[in-house]
């Protein structure tokens, strides 16, 4: 009977000693399982928030395409405009022109100066338009005398170099709006 009382206080240690490992291993699978749930979230954040980056970032590049192209399509109208006005200006008086002419010395941004010789019955418009022909146009830059100073972009557009006095020559500035 003692050997059997042995074998059973034996046999209660070993299951005491299982239990308490099989407890220790259930604890461990449970802190393992708990950090790999914590990854998986931390995981899927990162994710998220990778994909929010890379999602902003194309809408950035897009925005800044969209600009540039609407950059380019500004540029390719102005240019096509300046085109447009130099192919309708009546060309410029020779020295042996007979009619009364002006000189317009017109001084623009950064010290540019542009000269050129136009009939003193021609209208202001003439002179917008070689101006704006030159780069400089109108909606952007307005044309100014020098004393007194009057701009010459808000008067009406059929008034003569004469009417205003621009003859026999005058210096004109551009002026950025």
């Known amino acids: 009977m003692t050997s059997l009382i042995?074998?059973?206080d034996v046999f209660v240690e070993q299951q005491k000693?299982?239990?308490l490992e099989e407890d220790e291993r259930d604890e461990r699978e449970q802190v393992k399982w708990e950090q790999d749930r914590a990854y998986q979230e931390s995981l899927a954040v990162d994710r998220a928030k990778e994909?929010?980056?890379r999602r902003e970032e194309e809408t950035r590049l897009f925005k800044e395409m969209e600009e540039e192209r609407?950059?380019?399509q500004e540029a390719q109208e102005k240019e096509a405009i300046r085109l447009s006005l130099a192919d309708q200006l009546p060309s410029e008086p020779g020295p042996n022109c007979t009619d009364p002419l002006s000189v317009l010395r017109i001084r623009g941004p950064g010290g540019k100066m542009l000269t050129r010789r136009f009939r003193i019955k021609?209208?202001?418009?003439?002179v917008l338009n070689y101006?704006?022909?030159q780069g400089f146009h109108i909606d952007e830059y307005k044309v100014l005398t020098t004393y007194p100073r009057k701009d010459l972009t808000a008067i009406q557009s059929d008034v003569t170099l004469e009417e205003l006095k621009l003859y026999p020559q005058e210096t004109l500035i551009l002026e950025q709006r």
């Open 70 to 72: 609407q950059r380019h």
């Open 6 to 8: 042995n074998a059973v």
């Open 131 to 133: 101006v704006s022909s």
């Open 51 to 53: 994909d929010t980056k």
């Open 17 to 19: 000693t299982e239990i």
């Open 122 to 126: 021609d209208c202001i418009q003439v």
